[in-house]
């Protein structure tokens, strides 16, 4: 996506997938992007596989990608990059 570079994806869904240097630094990422995924009351499927984690964004209720989605992603790769 030309906006989410380290985003992959269709209409459906985005996806980014980024590998922290331990797991706990995976597990604060997590934590961070709770945080925020309840300020906005939009949450993202993550996949935790020791530091690997993998984060899938889509509007449950519409089925597809929406603004909403792209919002989540720009937050989620602002709290990687504060953290790796
Ligand atoms: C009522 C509340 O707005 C909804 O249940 C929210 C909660 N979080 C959500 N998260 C995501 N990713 N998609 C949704 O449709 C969604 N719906």
Do not use: Y
């Amino acid at each position: 996506m030309t906006d989410l570079p380290d985003w992959s994806g269709d209409e459906a869904e985005i996806t980014r997938t980024v590998r922290l240097p331990t797991f706990m630094d995976a597990i604060a990422v997590v934590d961070r992007v709770a945080v925020v995924a309840e300020e906005m009351d939009h949450h993202p499927d993550i996949d935790i596989r020791w530091r690997t984690l993998t984060f899938r964004c889509s509007t449950h209720s519409a089925g597809k990608v929406t603004d909403r989605d792209i919002e989540l992603a720009r937050r989620i790769d602002e709290i990687v990059a504060n953290q790796s």
